[in-house]
């Protein structure tokens, strides 16, 4: 059994020394196929975003692994752990395997490496769960396959990484652990993984009639799923953490925290309609965070590169404790004015995204007064409506 913190910490102040970094040369190399989602650039400019702005130094960074195929058989298939890996040694995916495993698909499609970097996502969140549970923050951006099914890829994830964060964490022997998904989609994987396990209690913010259409009532006490309306502003988003998020967190009383911090809640996001501001995002990480010592920081969603790469980029800041500039220096927006995106026209780029981080925390106040938020818990509804 190892030793825990005594008393939960504020994040504020505590410097850089306590938040780390997970990260590797894999993730920064282009993913994916041309015209996916997730061909975007992301946590390879999220690094490269925070070393600019000075937040990002070699002791903060912890170089991940590729967890091993036993490893990987804790959650997934053997079969199916096989089969991804002879599909991305060969390059090939034969019609019986497509359908039986889902990747080779559109969605989850096969692209050289695919293997290693997937498991090097798992290997990242067991090693973030691991330096958690001797105090640290950890942020593993290229974390976050929340959809990834034992036997099959889902939603663009090929292994479930969160999953695996939380199994590390209960392997310390811990008892009380709170999982919360800030992705704009149901964390379903990670839901199924752990719906018969008392050890773990899941709270899931996400957009209504979204992919993939689960996540609604649910009669476990353990599960909160939190289902907001379309369009939802920052303004509902804090009072649904205000209301239903930080009681739950309070009566959970975890022993150690894994949030799932999606960016594609975000406004401008082309996955979703929500639109949130990166500032309501990490306050929301914050005051959960302030619920227990250990805590592993995900990534997740995310498909605008401009305001995933200000989202995490702002969020590694405030998890480690620096200042966010009003404004950048040439080289950040030099980076910011480089990124691509084939989901979004050049003219819906806003010029904030190029020349800031941190959103103007009134810019979506206006428009969502109507906005309602149906939150279900434990199999009871009931309804957020803010002015
Ligand atoms: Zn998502």
Known sequence: MIKLPVRARR?????????????NPLFK?????????????????????????????????????????????RFHDRAYVSALKAADESGRVEKVV????????????????????AATAVGGSIRAAELALEGRIVFHPAGGTHHGKPDRASGFCYFNDPVFALLGLLDAGLERILYVDLDAHHGDGVQDAFQTDP????????????WPFT?????????????????????????????SVLPLCASVAPQAIVITCGADALAGDPLSTMRLSNVAL?????????????????????????????????????????EIPSSLPEAATRLLASLECDLIDDEDVQAAWISSISDDPEFNTLGSSMSEVTAWTGGHSHSVVSQ
Not at 11 to 23: I, S, T
Not at 42 to 53: D, K, P, Q, W, Y
Not at 215 to 227: D, E, Q
């Open 215 to 243: 996540g609604s009532t649910n009669p476990n006490s353990r599960i909160a799923n939190l289902v907001v309306a379309k369009h939802l502003g920052d303004r509902e988003f804090a009072t649904l953490i205000r209301d």
């Open 282 to 322: 990490w306050r929301a990480v914050r005051q959960i965070a302030n619920y227990a010592a250990p805590v592993v920081v995900l990534g997740g969603g995310g498909y605008n590169p401009w305001t995933l790469a200000r989202c995490w980029a702002g969020l590694w800041a405030t998890l480690a404790g620096f």
């Open 98 to 117: 497509r359908a039986r495993y889902a990747f080779g698909t559109m969605e989850n499609p096969l692209f050289p490496g695919v293997f290693a970097r």
């Open 11 to 23: 994040l504020r102040g505590l410097g850089p020394r306590y938040a780390l970094y997970v990260d």
């Open 199 to 210: 050890r773990v209690h899941l709270v899931s913010i996400h957009e209504t009639d979204r």
């Open 29 to 73: 190399r282009s993913a994916y196929r041309a015209q996916h989602p997730l061909s975007i650039a992301r946590t390879g400019t999220v690094a490269e975003l925070s070393r600019i702005l000075g937040w990002l130094h070699e002791d903060a960074i912890e170089t991940c692994t590729a967890a091993s195929v036993d490893t990987l058989c």
